[in-house]
């Protein structure tokens, strides 16, 4: 059975400014502004968004989508974020690095006894 990972391309809209984000993650506490603690290779995806939106080439979504596409990800639906003006795509992909499922053992032929006669 495939086991798969998922992310969420956010868009977060004020009138013609639509912004995309993919897994953005921020920690929160309760005396500090918050941190973002998105992963890595979603940071990355991030930057390449930022980039789509500072070349003012609008709309953006079928850029995002032709990227995520790319790397193989595959969009399920579509999402209510609970933020104003925004809403989510839910993406998800074969997950490369998991591990294989262990093969059943193989059952040793059971030996025929000898027979005691002579």
Aim: charged share 25%; net charge positive.
């Amino acid at each position: 059975m495939p086991k798969w990972e998922y992310c969420i391309l956010t868009r977060l809209s004020w009138g013609v400014d639509t912004k995309w984000y993919v897994n953005r993650i921020y920690q929160h506490a309760d005396t500090d502004m918050p941190d973002e603690v998105t992963a890595p290779q979603f940071r990355a995806y991030n930057d390449k968004l930022d980039q789509l939106y500072a070349s003012k080439v609008y709309p953006i979504l079928p850029a995002a989508l032709n990227l995520l596409g790319a790397d193989g990800w595959e969009l399920l639906d579509d999402m209510n974020t609970g933020m104003t003006g925004g809403e989510g795509l839910v993406f998800k992909r074969p997950l490369a690095d998991a591990p294989a499922a262990k093969p059943k053992a193989a059952r040793k032929p059971v030996a025929k006894k000898k027979s005691a006669r002579r």
